[in-house]
């Protein structure tokens, strides 16, 4: 699978705004904020966070206010709300591309919950809201798992396909935080608590690994070719960061 | 406490709901059980019950209280034939329920049902998201079978078909083939709303589907429509009870921000107050039937104070289990 890409800063009327792409998603962030609230939704003790998910093609549907209403918690709770009383964070979320199934009748409005799509989402937003310059409490990323049955056992595989989705007895998308705190659990399937463990397992493994030590030998065992997210939005921003300051 | 501030109860809740449900839950004196402010301890869940067949109109509905949260969902089946549907064919026999659309729920929170719904205007945010749920649960939980929606027809082989009968036709040689497919519109609509409309419309529509007794539907190929009969209606095969387990978290400060502690308190079954109270949810879907215990779907959102290990700990998964036991006997018992 091709290594996470993305590209900051590249809208000019956004506060920040970033193009990220990941397993054949794309997904382009713009974050405006803090900006006055409108009067009648303005809170006096913290800010709005207002996460908009339009899809790739045609107007969004239930399955898009289903994935704004999995981000916008996750969000409000990174961002500092408490530092901007009476105002609005605004996440506009457009997917550019996604992954073609080529097995399946795609329908142009997909009705129900496409989980692969979320950490593609979340970390758009986050480095969106980075290049906006919003105060964060921390940072967060997120995983897809998809468990198949096969007769050889189970097996957990990370970052599945589309196909994989399909062909899965249970998905889970799992998000943690830097400090390795749970934000975002939300799995579909059938399976075990047995199943349960290990996928959480996995996931914090996928998410966190390497952050303290950034050695290798921790990633061995779970799809050593994803790389850690956190990781790699800290060196874009980095990248990014040091472009800027040239000029000095 | 509050008397003596000069304060009654009542105004006390109302002026600062969130210092007063944290008031009840950590109690100034040890003989006082912490509680909730609607009384319930804090993993206490509002007893269900359950009415079945109570449209006469509907091919299946129930009726689902829990507390001051009412729903009902009806189920109406409508036939489309298979030459009406784009892109149909005849080899797909894994994936028709979700190609061909074939469920389709629908969610009104009726006006009067709490004070925040007001008439008019498109569905809420809150209405769209719930459909999307039951949607996708209705099909990641493999709740129906295809083939029950199936209405098959025999061609008609070169022999001439004698007038009177299906079953002289059922032995003709002709080719068997799905003429036609039951739609399920699942209809759910809240009478009441007092929190966790996820649990409620899901137990409705769990239990709906197991009343829904669809009429003997056969292909009339000279008038090129579906013809039904009142006679022995076919029920669904339901064979799992999913229940929904909602539970909220309430970390005991008005600020996001968690208490030093990380002292919080899982309430279960949440109404309207508490969950304007709590950021954080969690909902697991789980299905006990024959003994083992299956996940169905878990999701949490809105914070961390629920940390991984607790959402895989026993007793969170055995308190899901109690609750699908209750869920369970009240869809079940009054079916008897």
Known sequence: MAPPAAELSHLPKADGSANFSFGGYTITAAVNGPVEAQRRDENPFEALVDVNVRPAAGVGGTAERQLEAILQPALRHLIAIRNFPRCVVQVTLQVMEAPENAYVNSKVMQPRLNLGIIPSLLHAAMLGLLTAAIPLNTVASATCLAITNATAGTTIKVDPSPTEIDQATSVHVLGFTAGRDLLIAESEGSFTAEEWDRVLQTAENVCCRGQETGNDAEMGGYGAESENVLQFMRSVLEAKAAESLHWR | ?336
């Open chain 2, 1 to 336: 406490m509050a008397a003596e501030a000069g304060l009654s109860r009542s105004t006390f809740a109302k002026l600062s709901p969130h210092p007063y449900l944290l008031a009840n839950l950590e109690p100034s004196s040890d003989s006082a059980a912490p509680t909730r402010s609607n009384g319930r301890a804090p993993f206490e869940v509002r007893k269900p019950t359950v009415n079945l067949s109570s449209l006469s109109h509907a091919h299946g509905s129930a009726l689902v209280r829990t507390g001051d949260t009412t729903v009902i969902c009806g189920i109406r089946g409508e036939t489309i034939l298979t030459e009406h549907i784009p892109n149909y064919r005849a080899s797909n026999t894994q994936t028709e329920l979700s190609d061909y659309d074939l469920l389709v729920p629908n969610i009104e929170l009726a006006t009067g049902s709490a004070p925040q719904f007001l008439p008019g205007g498109p569905p809420t945010t809150l209405a769209q998201t719930l459909s999307t749920r039951i949607y996708s649960l209705l099909h990641s939980s493999k709740l129906l079978r295809a083939e029950d929606l199936r209405i098959w027809h025999k061609r008609a082989a070169d022999v001439p078909i004698p007038a009177d009968g299906e079953e002289v036709m059922e032995e003709s040689d002709g080719e068997k083939y799905v003429a036609a497919y039951w739609v399920l519109y699942i209809d759910i609509f809240f009478i009441s709303f007092d929190g966790n409309p996820f649990d409620a419309a899901w137990a409705a529509t769990v239990a709906a589907l197991r009343d829904t007794k669809l009429p003997q539907a056969r292909y009339d190929p000279d008038r090129e429509m579906i013809l039904c009969s009142r006679k022995d209606p076919r029920p669904l095969t339901v064979a799992s009870i999913p229940i929904a387990c909602t539970a909220v978290i309430f970390t005991g400060k008005e600020t996001k921000d968690q208490a030093p502690d990380g002292k919080f308190w899982l309430l279960a079954d949440p109404d309207t107050l508490e969950e304007s109270l709590c950021n954080e949810t969690v909902t697991i879907v789980v299905d006990c039937a024959g003994g083992s215990r299956r996940i169905l779907s878990i999701s949490k959102h809105g914070g961390t104070a629920m940390t991984a290990k607790l959402l895989g700990s026993k007793d969170f998964l055995d308190w899901a289990s109690k609750r699908w036991e209750d869920f369970a006997s009240a869809i079940t018992g009054t079916r008897l």
